[in-house]
């Protein structure tokens, strides 16, 4: 008797990056926003709970379940502003897609390349709703990881082809300026986040500190601008001034848990939001009035990875982009685990 090998396909961060090129970058976000968008619209089906985390003094490490009952996804992820410092990513992910019927992972996959597309088409998704109509030029303040990710999804998804660039670190913003060079995106390195909303009728702010930061402050935020806030994700971890909130429509992906970790933990339990999910299924209204200040308080939830997840596995099929992975244990005789060990000394020994 030969205990089979029972293998789950495995996409590593070499393997991501060639299916992200074989794709081509703008095409993939324009893809995956799609994925996300149809789970939005079918939010309902989903299992959905805040994510698991454990914070520490330095950072945050979560688990990100989900499930719409056929299939289960979850996400490992940390947060750790201090870690590029210490030539680390601040985010790194992997995760897996399960099959609900029977337990057994489908897919293991590295999870911080597409963390930053995910994030970045959810964000361009939103926008998609909320922003004013052909608006061309975003602010983008915080240049590190994420920054050519969302530049790149509301060029694809919006048509935005300028971007006025502001890092306190200026070598992020000239990375940021080099990286993107060539992709028809008229770009300009402004010298204070100030400098950077001028003009733009989308604010992207996607800063990484372990504060009550301020990144915009009431002023700098004009009549009819879109704010995208990405960097406040968790407790004690923000980026804008409450007196903005209090002036926009808000919405969010899932309260119970951008309550806890994005910018309207700075307001009243009760603060009014709107669900992103209901404004893509089109039960509630995106942007109301061309005056109307939209922020999306994004923080990231299981759904949009459960999307990522489940188009990175639709791609595999044609791309053949992974490798398989001895992940499960499967004897021919399912009660029989211990006797596959035996086998395996037995096999073993003759080698010898
Ligand atoms: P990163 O560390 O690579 O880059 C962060 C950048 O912000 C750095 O270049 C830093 O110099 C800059 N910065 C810090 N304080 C600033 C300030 N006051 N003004 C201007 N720039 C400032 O981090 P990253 O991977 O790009 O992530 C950015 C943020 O986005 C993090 O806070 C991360 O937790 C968050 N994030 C959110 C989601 C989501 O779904 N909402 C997903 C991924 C990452």
């Not at 996959?109 to 109509?133: F, G, Y």
């Not at 968790?234 to 994005?262: M, N, S, W």
Request: proline share 4%.
């Amino acid at each position: 008797m030969t205990d089979t090998l029972n293998t789950v396909p495995f996409v590593s961060v070499d393997n991501m990056m060639r299916l992200v090129l074989k794709v081509g970058i703008e095409t993939f976000l324009g893809e995956l926003s799609a994925y996300i968008e149809e789970d939005f619209a079918r939010w309902d089906r989903f299992d959905k709970t805040p994510r698991v985390a454990s914070h520490s003094r330095d950072g945050v490490i979560e688990l990100m379940p989900t499930s719409d009952g056929t299939l289960y996804g979850f996400k490992y992820v940390n947060g750790h502003p201090k870690n590029m410092r210490e030539g680390r990513q601040t985010v790194t992910a992997f995760g897996v897609l399960a099959d609900v019927g029977n337990g057994y992972p489908m897919l293991l996959s590295e999870m911080t390349i597409l963390t930053a597309l995910r994030t970045a088409a959810t964000s361009a998704v939103a926008a998609k709703h909320l922003a004013p109509q052909k608006a061309r030029t975003m602010a983008l303040i915080g240049n590190g990881a994420q920054a050519e990710f969302q530049a790149l999804a509301f060029k694809a998804l919006l048509g935005v082809d300028r971007v006025r660039l502001h890092d306190i670190d200026p070598s992020a913003t000239r990375k940021c300026i080099r990286n993107l060079a060539g992709r028809g995106i008229e770009m300009l390195h402004a010298a204070s986040a100030q400098d950077a909303v001028e003009g733009a009728e989308i604010v992207t702010t996607v800063t990484a500190d372990k504060q009550y930061a301020t990144i915009l402050t009431d002023n700098m935020v004009g009549e009819g601008i879109h704010i995208n806030a990405v960097g406040g994700d968790c407790p004690g971890k923000t980026e804008l001034h409450p007196d903005i909130l209090r002036r926009a429509a808000i919405f969010v992906e899932y309260p119970p848990q951008t309550r806890i970790e994005g910018e309207i933990q700075q307001l009243a339990a009760d603060h009014p939001v709107t669900e992103l999910s209901d404004v893509v299924a089109g039960r509630a209204t995106g942007r109301s009035d061309p005056r109307q200040i939209t922020l999306f308080d994004s923080v990231g939830f299981a759904i949009e990875d459960f999307s990522a997840l489940r188009y990175v596995r639709d791609k595999l099929r044609d791309t053949g982009l992974y490798e398989d992975l001895d992940l499960l244990a499967d004897p021919d005789e399912p009660r029989d685990l211990f006797g596959m060990l035996l086998r395996c000394e037995a096999r073993l020994q003759a080698a010898e």
